[in-house]
């Protein structure tokens, strides 16, 4: 079952994501991200398959995408 990592900036947003993967039988999420830092933090640990990003979020001051 492939795993994501959920980015996203907006808060309220996260959690409606969540819900709509642990409705799909298929999928399995297993972390939320708030900005780009983060995102790296857990995709280094967390080893996804997918990350499900929004489009634009904010800067991660000097670090480059994994």
Request: hydrophobic residues 35%.
């Amino acid at each position: 079952m492939p795993t994501v990592l959920i980015v996203n900036d907006q808060k309220l947003q996260r959690p409606g994501y969540r819900l709509l993967l642990d409705s799909e039988p298929d999928l399995s999420p297993i972390g939320e991200a708030a900005d780009g830092a983060e995102a790296v933090r857990l995709a280094t640990a967390l080893r996804p398959d997918v990350v499900l990003m929004h489009p634009t979020p904010p800067p991660r001051h000097e670090e480059e995408e994994p």
